[in-house]
């Protein structure tokens, strides 16, 4: 199975590719807001409008509207396909605009024929793009099999990730297949493996930090609009994407690394939103301990358990790995030597001494056997009912694809009320 996956690389655009992709972006979004609009007004009628008809509508709008007609024509259909995306899947309601303010520019080109790379030297290459010509990219790894390439603005800078056919199969059976490891994320430490082996890394350094508090405090006391206020702003961004980045490399290499050393890999299902949610409450149950709380998610979100997860996972499909998450309940006061549960056992945040057999261990390396032991009953379990027949865990949660009831698709209601697929330029763009 030929396996999909990204290259990310930094590009070096000229002033004019800059300012043409800048407008390549407001335009998309324009067409983003308004397509949006007009699937809720069918919606709020109970008719329903396809990808394909606002395709040919914006199609029909580039006549009277050159600036619909600047920017290459595969991104702009793309934004459609998109938004039709989306709305099918979250609901049409449940899609957000995409403001001018706080969405970065970003659009996509499909046809890998248009797309052609290449390199300069061991450092820099060069991608030809529809309507931009050549453009420098920073140089990293070779590509081949490229699918489609997308261009985003992020902390100022702006990034190309093309998306290429891995010839590397994944195998049948893993290189270690009697290895397993079940992995304990925390706060103190990113992750602890069952095997005792500690992943941590700070991201940034104290004088970062400081200087984001800084940026932070002046931003906050500048009032909107004003040059200074952007300025900190940009240097803020720029500060927050090397923290970033520091982030996914590290979560990435420690993913990597566990996925080729074990074919099992356990992870607790934590539900990450929800323990990073405020506790601000509201005016009439205002929270508790709101500082605290805060401090906590901010540390969490610090660390990027997600990140390590879904890192480990696209490892996984290289290497033939199997990712498994469980119940956290209990995996860090439960003895893993004779599985008496108390909370008592856990001493301190480091130490761990049952109460029951006087076993003694790291709590995070205890609690990262019990997730091991809980992931090995769980795989045992599942391949157990396969057999039986009972389960078919490769369909479970899968929603069915929404589609338009007759009475949709032929409502009688006043369609001809309804604008058409056309861009405003005085409200969209800016």
């Given at each position: 199975m030929t396996v999909l996956s990204g290259r990310r690389y930094r590009v070096d655009f000229t002033s004019d590719q800059a300012t043409f992709a800048e407008n390549i972006g407001t335009t998309c979004r324009s067409v983003w807001n308004t397509a949006l609009e007009q699937r809720r007004l069918y919606g709020?009628?109970?008719?329903?409008?396809?990808?394909?008809?606002?395709?040919?509508?914006?199609?029909?709008?580039?006549?009277?509207?050159?600036?619909?007609?600047?920017?290459?024509?595969?991104?702009?259909?793309q934004t459609l396909m998109d938004l039709d995306k989306a709305c099918t899947t979250h609901g049409t309601w449940?899609?957000?605009?995409?403001?001018?303010?706080?969405?970065?520019?970003?659009?996509?080109?499909?046809?890998?024929?248009?797309?052609?790379?290449?390199?300069?030297?061991?450092?820099?290459?060069?991608?030809?793009?529809?309507?931009?010509?050549?453009?420098?990219?920073?140089?990293?790894?070779?590509?081949?099999?490229?699918?489609?390439?997308?261009?985003?603005?992020?902390?100022?800078?702006?990034?190309?990730?093309?998306?290429?056919?891995?010839?590397?199969?994944?195998?049948?059976?893993?290189?270690?297949?009697?290895?397993?490891?079940?992995?304990?994320?925390?706060?103190?430490?990113?992750?602890?493996?069952?095997?005792?082996?500690?992943?941590?890394?700070?991201?940034?350094?104290?004088?970062?930090?400081?200087?984001?508090?800084?940026?932070?405090?002046?931003?906050?006391?500048?009032?909107?609009g004003l040059n200074r206020r952007k300025a900190a702003v940009a240097r803020l961004n720029r500060t927050l994407g090397r923290v970033r980045r520091r982030r996914q490399d590290f979560t990435t290499k420690v993913g990597r690394t566990m996925a080729r050393g074990n074919s099992l890999v356990v992870f607790e299902a934590l539900r990450i939103k929800n323990m990073t949610?405020?506790?601000?409450?509201?005016?009439?149950?205002?929270?508790?301990?709101?500082?605290?709380?805060?401090?906590?998610?901010?540390?969490i979100l610090d660390k990027g358990w997600h990140r390590l997860e879904a890192a480990c996972r696209s490892a996984a499909r290289r290497t033939g790995s199997r990712v498994v998450t469980i119940?956290?309940?209990?995996?860090?006061?439960?003895?893993?030597?004779?599985?008496?549960?108390?909370?008592?056992?856990?001493?301190?945040?480091?130490?761990?001494?049952?109460?029951?057999?006087?076993?003694?261990?790291?709590?995070?390396?205890?609690?990262?056997?019990?997730?091991?032991?809980?992931?090995?009953a769980e795989l045992g379990h599942e391949t157990r009912e396969r057999e039986l027949g009972r389960a078919n865990p490769d369909n479970r949660g899968r929603k069915a694809q929404r589609q338009p009831t007759a009475a949709q698709r032929f409502s009688p209601i006043g369609l001809v009320e309804i604008p058409r697929c056309i861009p405003r330029e005085d409200v969209n763009r800016g």
């Open positions: 709020a009628r109970g008719s329903w409008i396809s990808y394909r008809e606002q395709a040919r509508q914006l199609a029909d709008a580039k006549a009277s509207f050159p600036w619909l007609a600047q920017p290459p024509s595969h991104t702009l259909q449940n899609v957000r605009w995409r403001s001018a303010r706080s969405w970065s520019p970003s659009f996509r080109f499909p046809d890998p024929a248009q797309i052609t790379v290449q390199p300069l030297n061991h450092n820099n290459a060069q991608v030809k793009l529809p309507k931009f010509g050549w453009v420098r990219i920073r140089w990293s790894r070779p590509l081949g099999g490229i699918r489609s390439a997308t261009i985003r603005r992020e902390s100022g800078r702006w990034w190309i990730s093309i998306l290429v056919a891995d010839p590397d199969e994944t195998p049948e059976i893993h290189a270690h297949p009697q290895r397993a490891v079940g992995v304990d994320r925390g706060v103190k430490t990113l992750a602890v493996t069952s095997c005792g082996e500690f992943y941590d890394q700070s991201y940034a350094s104290p004088r970062e930090i400081e200087h984001c508090k800084d940026l932070q405090r002046r931003v906050a006391g500048t009032e909107k949610a405020s506790a601000a409450g509201t005016p009439d149950q205002p929270g508790r301990r709101v500082r605290q709380k805060s401090g906590l998610n901010r540390a119940n956290p309940a209990y995996t860090s006061i439960t003895c893993s030597s004779c599985r008496h549960v108390d909370r008592r056992s856990r001493e301190s945040q480091a130490d761990f001494r049952c109460t029951a057999c006087g076993y003694r261990c790291h709590a995070d390396v205890n609690a990262a056997v019990n997730i091991l032991t809980a992931g090995r």
